[in-house]
């Protein structure tokens, strides 16, 4: 018998029934599972990745994606344990690793990791110093990431990293980092300059040192001075004369007074 002796109810039912099972199958890509309800109930395993059957309405189907996903929570306020007021915001990645879980003790995952890591993110960052959150930023963000992947294990989310993305500070304090950093700066070079002063001076008395051994040294090092002198064209020479010479000069240019007699 063919198609066209059926009568026309009969076609309509077959028509039916092909739409029916056609909208029954659905295509789960491979980073996707699907979470089966029959008639309310959790099935035990999730179906996929390929085609797969929904009986509808005695099943449903909720996709979960076990993509890696990247959640940036908004900018926190946060004060400090130095008591220093900043805004703080940062990155969080996660991937589903149980979709029932994630489909069943969750209404939305993605949305519960957010609050969670707002909440941490203040109370962590609220109990260590400036200085340590701008010095040792690896270390919070091992110890968020793992007391936000503790809360969200119970429903099947795995976070597998946190990352402070950016510290907003107070132009006050911007302007007061600015000048402590100057001043370290300032302090070293003092200290560079007389660590300096201090081995040209000690240089200085070696080079005294071996020149008093070898008095001619002094006079090479007098007609040296002289070349260096020659050598740019001046018509001015420097004679350096030794303060002992001068002092004689002075004492035999001063008239000896009379003595007085002796009463």
């Known amino acids: 018998m063919s198609a066209s002796d059926l009568p026309i109810p009969m076609l309509f039912f077959c028509a039916i029934v092909l739409l029916y099972l056609v909208n029954c199958i659905k295509i789960l890509r491979e980073y996707e599972r699907g979470v089966i ?3 309310g109930r959790l099935r035990s395993e999730p179906k996929g990745p390929g085609i797969i059957f929904v009986f509808r309405p005695v099943q449903q189907m ?3 994606s076990l993509r890696q996903e990247v959640l ?3 900018a926190q306020d946060v004060i400090t344990r ?5 805004k703080v915001n940062a990155v969080v990645t996660l991937y589903v690793v149980n979709p029932n879980d994630a489909a069943v003790k969750v209404a939305n995952y993605v949305y519960q990791t957010s609050q969670f890591a707002q909440t941490t993110l203040r109370s962590v960052l609220g109990e260590v110093e400036l200085d340590e959150l701008l010095s040792h930023r690896d270390k919070l ?8 992947d503790q809360r969200t294990e119970p429903f099947g989310v795995k976070v597998t990293s946190v990352e402070v993305k950016q510290v907003d500070l107070p132009d006050q304090m911007l302007r007061a980092m600015a000048k402590q950093a100057e001043a370290a700066r300032e302090a070293r070079a003092k200290i560079l300059h007389a660590e300096g002063e201090f081995d040209a001076a000690q240089k200085l008395v070696d080079a005294a040192a071996l020149m008093a051994t070898q008095p001619m040294t002094l006079q090479l090092r007098y007609l040296q001075t002289l070349t260096e002198i020659g050598v740019e064209k ?12 001068m002092t004689l000069l002075n004492k035999m240019a001063t008239p000896k007074l009379p003595e007085t007699p002796k009463s």
């Open 82 to 86: 130095d008591n220093v007021t900043i």
């Open 62 to 64: 909720v996709r979960i």
């Open 141 to 148: 963000n091992l110890k968020i990431q793992t007391i936000i």
């Open 72 to 74: 940036e929570v908004p």
């Open 234 to 245: 001046n018509t001015t020479i420097v004679f350096p004369l030794p303060m002992e010479l």
């Open 37 to 39: 309800f029959s008639l």
